[in-house]
Structure formats: structure tokens, C-alpha cells
């Protein structure tokens, strides 16, 4: 009897073991959870993370993102707020919700992969070259919606149903549900393979296969159509962020080319980051441009490589536009996965019909190089550089590791909540630290809670009535700005609103706060 069910559980077992879905599915696992592992635990973010961390908590308390407080799309937050019925609300269980779709994003960039090759080695190469990449991790949305773009379009093109055509044009509206951004991206780039498919096969299967696309998107972003629909003044917030975003997207930077990085020799490894990434924003439209143009030009055999690197470029040469928009290394790592894909598709031709060694050993080269490079991005949360200048620390719900600065920020905010603040009693932190909102047990007094961009004078006039409403006493404000420049400080952000806190408030003695922080009381009213 074990014998015989030996030999009919053995064929099965191996047929799932050498399944596509069950290896990419094995690996992203196995990735996703070391990298969680090695930096769960160290460092926070009080700005950046600490948006999406107060964001999450605030959907799961019951508040609407984009209406009730300063937001990206809503995709994102509701996913928090749901690993959050299970693992609480704390740093440790955001970290956990990003991790878990950091491990899809790996997942679908895996499964076309395997579009590829098919051997575990080949196959935990690539994930490792992605999941290096995937930084920093409070941007694991980012990286996640990329890989899975790249997915939809693929399945355009592989076989192009009407039903994958459906599927498809559902991605593209749930990935604009979580980054409308990247939704506008993922349209635009579909259209591409999606023209490619009207030259090849007539414009009647185009517009049946168009009409199916669109549905597709419909029913993708149902959920926030629905909200537009059902939530009272939703399409106000809706349109506002709509047009912020058109107007003030992003901090404009310099583009970080190769030959303006200063290499150090004492961070080496951080210099070639620098060097490499400076590379990626020369090479990756230029190869971007070449499969897209040459597909339309040149004969190209749909073979799985073609495939692969059409839908790649087709996808990335608009994410770059998020690259360039804030020209730095995080937002490079944003959109750097559709070049990561093409590359890998290039090693492939080492088993093509007319296989070219000397091409396969420089692009598997370049992989290799890109891999190690894109380490110093990981390693800050590592612990790894500099560790004696971390201390352990609880925050929220769990010790992480963090650096002195930081800890005693926390502390000095913590010990002005306890010795000076009344319970219960609001408080403006500003410019960009909503982390702190959480660790003091409040909730931001106004809308906005990351002041890094100008806002016109009506929203400025909104945050002054409600400071007014709600009788704001206390503000912990930082002269400080994330770019480093004077022009997105708040007083240059939002000058009428620095106008009514420069004549309403005045500074009081607080130590503790570092330099270029200020405690600020509301004036007393005057006989």
C-alpha cells in the first residue's frame, strides 16, 4: 500500500515541484520572508513611513483616505488596514502588511521570469536581483504595482484573448487603485502591444479585444468609482488630489549622472550605487526606445524573450517619468524593475536558437553588477553599517533598533506631551513627521499631515480654520525641508498659513528639540 501510493503521489509531486507558479511562488516566499527577517526590526522613518503607518491607522480606525486626511490612493491603506485585524496596528504590523505585498510584487516578477527559464538557480538569481532593488521598503507598493504592470502587459500578448485582454484591463484599474500614477503608466504602456497586436491582426480583433480592455479597467477601479460615488464629498478630495498631483507632483533633482558622483573611497560600495544608478538613467530609456521602435521596424519572432522585453519597455519607458520626476536613487529603485526584467530577458539569449556567449556573459556581467549595487540600499536596514550607533528602542508594539538622534527625538517629543501638553490636548506637528502623531496617541488637528509641497491659498485657508475650530495650542515645528532647499520649507510652501502661526504663536523654551526645531504656544488672548 506505500508503495503503490508512493508511486502515484511521486509523479504529482514532481509535476508541482516543476511548475512555474510553484517555483516563483517557493522563492518570492523565501525571499520576502529573509529580507523581513533581516530588517524588521531596525530603523524608522518618522516622515516617509510614518505617511503611510499614520494613513493605515487611520483607515482601519474608520477615517476615508484622500477626504479625511492627506493621502496617495486608497489601494494601499485598505490593504494595511486589513492585515491590521490580524497583527494590530503598530510599526511591526505595517511592516509585516508591506512585506506580504512586497512577496507579490517578487512573485509576479518571477512568474515572468519563467517565461525564461525554468531552472532554481536562474530563477532565485533574478529574484534576488529584484528584491535588492525594492528600496526603500517603505515603497514596497511602488515596486510591487511595477512588476505586476509588466505582468498585465505580457498577458496581452501571449495569447491574446478576449478573456486575458479582461484580465488584463482589471489589473490596470486596481493598480491605478493603489497608485493612480502608476495606473496611468500601466494604460499607457499597454497600448503599445496592444498596437503592436492592430498592426499584426486588423483592427477587428483590436476592438474586441479594446472593448474587453477597457471593461477590464471599469471593473478594476470599481472600488474607487464606488467610493466617488457613495461617500459624501469624495470627488471633491478626489479632484483636489488630482490636480495637486499635476501641479506639484514631486521635488524636481538633478539627474545623478555617472559622471557627477564623487566616489569615496570610504563608502565604496554606496558610490558604485550611486555610479550604477546614475548608468540605469542613461541605458534604461535608450534600450527602452530601441525594443519598442525596432518591434514596430524590424521582424522580430514572438519568441518568450521578445515577449518579455516588449512588455518591459513598454511598461517602463513611462515609469521612468516617476524616476525623473524627483530625480534620486529611491525613486530610480521605483521604477527600475521593468529594466531589471529586460535585463534578465537579455541573458536569455544564451539559449536561443543562435545563442551568443559573448553576449549572455556581458549582460549576466552587467545582472551581477546591478545586483551588488543595488545592496546599499538594503543595508541601512540591516544594521549593518555603523551598528554601534544604534540603540534599542520600543516603539509602539515592538523593540526595533534605532539611531541615537531619532530615539531622542521621540523621547523629547514624549516627555513635552507628558510635562507640558494636557491630555487629549491637539498638537501640530509639522513638517513631516506623522509618526509622531502615533507615538503620542494622537491624530492629526488638520488635513494635512506632510507639508513638503506649496498648496494654494484656499487649502491654506482651510488648515487655518481648522486650527481655529479645534483650537490648536501646541505646534512642534522643524525649519527643515526634505530636498535640503529653502523653497520647500514651509514658510515658502505655505506662506499664508506661516503668516497666521508667526502672528498667533510664539516660541517656548524646549531644549531637548534639536537644532532648527521649535516648540511654538498659542498666544494668550489680550484684554
Known amino acids: 500500500m506505500n508503495d503503490q501510493s508512493h508511486q502515484i503521489l511521486s509523479p504529482r509531486i514532481k509535476r508541482i515541484e516543476s511548475s512555474p507558479f510553484f517555483r516563483a511562488l517557493s522563492i518570492s516566499f523565501m525571499l520576502t520572508?529573509?529580507?523581513?527577517?533581516?530588517?524588521k526590526n531596525n530603523g524608522i522613518v518618522l516622515s516617509d513611513e510614518g505617511h503611510v503607518w499614520y494613513g493605515a491607522v487611520a483607515t482601519f480606525?474608520?477615517?476615508?483616505?484622500?477626504?479625511?486626511?492627506?493621502?496617495?490612493?486608497?489601494?494601499?491603506?485598505?490593504?494595511?488596514?486589513?492585515?491590521?485585524?490580524?497583527?494590530?496596528?503598530?510599526?511591526?504590523?505595517?511592516?509585516?502588511?508591506?512585506?506580504?505585498?512586497?512577496?507579490?510584487?517578487v512573485f509576479f516578477g518571477l512568474l515572468i521570469t519563467t517565461r525564461l527559464f525554468r531552472s532554481w538557480a536562474a530563477l532565485l538569481g533574478a529574484g534576488l536581483l529584484f528584491t535588492v532593488w525594492m528600496t526603500p521598503r517603505y515603497w514596497?507598493?511602488?515596486?510591487?504595482?511595477?512588476?505586476?504592470?509588466?505582468?498585465?502587459?505580457?498577458?496581452?500578448?501571449?495569447?491574446?484573448?478576449?478573456?486575458?485582454?479582461?484580465?488584463a484591463g482589471v489589473i490596470v484599474g486596481l493598480v491605478a487603485f493603489w497608485g493612480r500614477n502608476h495606473g496611468l503608466y500601466s494604460f499607457l504602456g499597454c497600448l503599445i502591444p496592444l498596437g503592436w497586436l492592430w498592426r499584426r491582426d486588423g483592427w477587428n480583433s483590436f476592438a474586441k479585444r479594446g472593448t474587453c480592455w477597457g471593461v477590464g479597467i471599469i471593473a478594476g477601479y470599481s472600488p474607487m468609482l464606488l467610493m466617488i460615488a457613495f461617500i459624501p464629498e469624495y470627488w471633491d478630495a478626489f479632484w483636489y488630489s488630482v490636480l495637486s498631483m499635476a501641479k506639484h507632483n514631486n521635488v524636481e533633482l538633478p539627474v545623478p549622472w555617472p559622471w557627477t558622483i564623487h566616489f569615496s573611497s570610504r563608502k565604496r560600495l554606496y558610490s558604485l550605487y550611486e555610479i550604477v544608478g546614475g548608468g540605469v538613467f542613461i541605458a534604461a530609456p535608450l534600450l527602452f526606445l530601441y525594443v519598442i521602435i525596432s518591434s514596430y521596424l524590424l521582424p522580430w519572432r514572438e519568441t518568450p524573450r521578445w515577449r518579455v522585453m516588449l512588455a518591459s519597455a513598454s511598461i517602463g519607458i513611462f515609469e521612468l517619468h516617476h524616476a525623473y520626476s524627483c530625480a534620486n536613487m529611491a525613486h530610480l529603485a521605483a521604477a527600475i524593475h521593468p529594466f531589471l526584467?529586460?535585463?534578465?530577458?537579455?541573458?536569455s539569449?544564451?539559449?536561443?536558437?543562435?545563442?551568443?556567449?559573448?553576449?549572455?556573459?556581458?549582460?549576466?556581467?552587467?545582472?551581477?553588477?546591478?545586483?551588488?549595487?543595488?545592496?546599499?540600499?538594503?543595508?541601512?536596514?540591516?544594521?549593518?553599517?555603523?551598528?554601534?550607533?544604534?540603540?534599542?528602542?520600543?516603539?509602539s508594539d515592538k523593540?526595533?533598533?534605532?539611531?541615537?538622534?531619532?530615539?531622542?527625538?521621540?523621547?523629547?517629543?514624549?516627555?513635552?506631551?507628558?510635562e507640558m501638553f494636557e491630555k487629549n490636548e491637539e498638537i501640530l506637528i509639522m513638517p513631516y513627521y506623522p509618526s509622531l502623531y502615533l507615538l503620542m496617541d494622537k491624530r492629526s488637528p488638520v488635513w494635512q499631515i506632510y507639508f513638503g509641497l506649496p498648496v494654494s491659498e484656499e487649502k491654506q485657508t482651510e488648515l487655518i480654520k481648522a486650527m481655529e475650530k479645534k483650537r490648536v495650542r501646541w505646534i512642534i515645528y522643524g525649519h527643515v525641508s526634505g530636498s535640503?532647499?529653502?523653497?520647500?520649507?514651509?514658510?515658502?510652501?505655505?506662506?499664508?498659513?506661516?503668516?497666521?502661526?508667526?502672528?498667533?504663536?510664539?516660541?517656548?523654551?524646549?531644549?531637548?528639540?534639536?537644532?532648527?526645531?521649535?516648540?511654538?504656544?498659542?498666544?494668550?488672548p489680550r484684554d
Open 61 to 105: 480606525e474608520g477615517q476615508v483616505p484622500l477626504r479625511d486626511f492627506q493621502s496617495y490612493d486608497p489601494g494601499r491603506y485598505y490593504w494595511c488596514a486589513a492585515w491590521f485585524h490580524f497583527f494590530g496596528k503598530g510599526i511591526g504590523a505595517l511592516r509585516l502588511a508591506t512585506s506580504i505585498f512586497q512577496g507579490v510584487g
Open 33 to 39: 520572508v529573509l529580507f523581513h527577517l533581516l530588517s
Open 399 to 418: 523593540k526595533i533598533w534605532t539611531g541615537k538622534r531619532g530615539r531622542d527625538f521621540i523621547e523629547c517629543c514624549k516627555k513635552l506631551d507628558r
Open 140 to 167: 514596497m507598493f511602488e515596486h510591487g504595482l511595477v512588476l505586476i504592470e509588466v505582468y498585465s502587459a505580457l498577458l496581452i500578448m501571449e495569447k491574446p484573448s478576449l478573456r486575458r485582454h479582461f484580465i
Open 484 to 524: 535640503g532647499r529653502d523653497e520647500n520649507k514651509v514658510p515658502n510652501t505655505h506662506p499664508l498659513f506661516w503668516g497666521y502661526i508667526s502672528q498667533n504663536y510664539e516660541k517656548v523654551v524646549a531644549d531637548c528639540l534639536p537644532e532648527n526645531h521649535q516648540l511654538l504656544r498659542l498666544k494668550e
Open 341 to 347: 526584467l529586460s535585463m534578465v530577458g537579455l541573458c
Open 349 to 395: 539569449i544564451r539559449y536561443s536558437e543562435k545563442p551568443n556567449k559573448h553576449a549572455f556573459r556581458t549582460t549576466l556581467g552587467c545582472c551581477v553588477i546591478l545586483a551588488i549595487a543595488g545592496l546599499p540600499g538594503n543595508l541601512k536596514y540591516f544594521r549593518i553599517i555603523r551598528p554601534h550607533k544604534y540603540v534599542r528602542y520600543e516603539i
